[in-house]
């Protein structure tokens, strides 16, 4: 679970802005369940976000803003190639350097990890577990002026040789230390602490962008029957017209691969495949429609398909290419396995936009359905947006809704309805519309630009 994230000198962020799930002690008797303790802390981290702002205003650069430090956590960066981070650029801070700081949950533990970059080189980073407030550094880094990397990880428990020598060399000035672990080493050499950390930024920060898909959807689905059966109900419970949904996974030869594909991309598809950790790759063909290969002795390669099944006025069942779905029910069956895994994983899905393509009421009945479903939980849904009918009370508490806005300077702030004195019987929605809490477009402009629409014709 995340339960902060600060950044600063990054998009539309200048100086720094703090995003905080903490919950507030002030709010203690308003939906208690939405909220889980923190581990050696008295205070407890909420399991939902709502970022509302105007268009502009910079609530998906905090979206953007995690996906940059879960790619700094874990990839490969070309010698020479940068650190592929993106300044603010209206202040005259472009040579100064971006800074990430993110305090996350897993294994039971509180971590805290972070960086400070410039365009060529990470100039610091570190990695601590926090316990009762006070800081375990498990290793810290330094780039010098010069480019040369120095790793100082005596915190790190059972260190093997390998480790060890690792961070002895350092590795790339424009690459993190954690992302020259997960491409350097075995997952058996990580040890406890960098294998919990890692584990998460893989498979446990799921980010769904407004135009993206949830990564290998017909591959989980095949290989998770009961999500599929879940999402089959959930789409026909809310009238998409979907009775059910059809799932296949098919083995099917290297010839029939090749005869889909490019012989270009074969070729590269079967070369991932032998570098990838896990010995697998995937090809989107198109909606609902897969190729997947495994690495084996002898590879072997599948084809999967999704299909929706309608049923028609004379009680047949008339199957459909998911490419022939809305955009609104695609949208929404990419969202399911986050309602599906909230009983068995921590998993924190963090999604752009999630009023794309959806009706308001539907994205209110998703969210609903997160919140409720399971009121000790440890899966987290943080979700940008427009949709004026979540600010009900009924619905969320005051901490987990969060605004952002642009000031004078055109920077990012962030803050939280909490900053507001409300009365618990506030029509929200009503109050946000009329400007009471900023963050809604300023249409001055406009009018004047209708006024003289009408001046000229």
């Not at 599929?228 to 979907?242: I, P, R, Y």
């Amino acid at each position: 679970m995340i339960v902060s994230l600060s950044v600063s000198n990054f998009r539309s962020f200048s100086s720094e802005e703090t995003f905080s799930l903490t919950a507030s002690n002030r709010l203690f008797g308003s939906h208690d369940s939405h909220a889980v303790p923190i581990p050696d802390s008295d205070q407890k981290v909420l399991r939902a976000g709502v970022i509302y702002g105007a268009n502009g205003a910079g609530k998906s650069n905090l979206f953007k803003a995690l996906r940059y430090v879960k790619s700094v956590a874990l990839s490969r960066r070309k010698k020479g190639s940068g650190t592929g981070r993106e300044p603010f650029r209206l202040g005259g801070t472009t040579d100064e350097p971006s800074s990430f700081d993110l305090q996350f949950i897993v294994g039971g533990k509180l971590y805290r990890f972070g960086f400070k970059t410039d365009d060529q080189r990470i100039s610091e980073e570190w990695l601590a577990q926090v316990i009762d407030k006070r800081e375990k550094l498990l290793y810290e880094r330094i780039t010098d002026l010069d480019g040369k990397v120095t790793v100082d990880a005596t915190g790190l428990n059972g260190s093997n040789d390998k480790l060890t020598a690792l961070a002895t060399i350092g590795g790339p000035q424009n690459q993190s230390f954690l992302a020259t672990v997960n491409v350097t080493l075995e997952t058996s050499d990580y040890g406890e602490q960098l294998g919990e950390v890692l584990n998460w930024f893989k498979q446990g920060l799921k980010l769904i962008g407004p135009g993206s898909s949830f990564g290998r959807l017909g591959h989980y689905f095949a290989n998770n029957p009961g999500c599929a059966e879940f999402a089959s109900s959930f789409l026909k419970s809310v009238s998409t017209g979907v009775d059910h949904l059809e799932v296949s996974k098919k083995e099917i030869t290297e010839e029939d691969l090749r005869s889909l594909l490019p012989e270009g991309l074969v070729s590269q598809v079967l070369k991932d495949v032998q570098e990838e950790e896990d010995g697998t790759a995937l090809v989107k063909l198109s909606e609902g429609n897969e190729l997947f290969i495994e690495r084996t002795a002898e590879n072997h390669y599948y084809r999967i398909t999704i299909r929706s099944a309608h049923e028609s006025l004379k009680g047949d069942i008339v199957p459909f290419d998911l490419d022939e779905e809305s955009d609104g029910t695609r949208r929404l069956l990419n969202l399911m396995p986050a309602l599906h895994t909230l009983h068995t994983s921590g998993t924190v899905y963090v999604i752009d936009e999630i009023d794309r393509s959806m009706h308001p009421n539907l994205v209110r009945e998703y969210l609903d359905f997160f919140l409720q479903s399971c009121s000790d939980c440890r899966a987290q849904i943080i979700v940008t947006t427009h949709e004026s009918n979540l600010l009900d009370l009924e619905l969320l508490r005051r901490d987990e809704i969060w605004f952002a806005e642009k000031d004078q300077g055109s920077a990012t702030r962030l803050y939280s309805l909490t900053d507001f004195k409300v009365r618990t019987d506030l029509d929200i929605r009503k109050h946000y519309l009329q400007g009471r809490f900023g963050a809604v477009p300023f249409l001055g402009d406009i009018n004047r630009l209708r006024d003289g629409e009408r001046q000229t014709t």
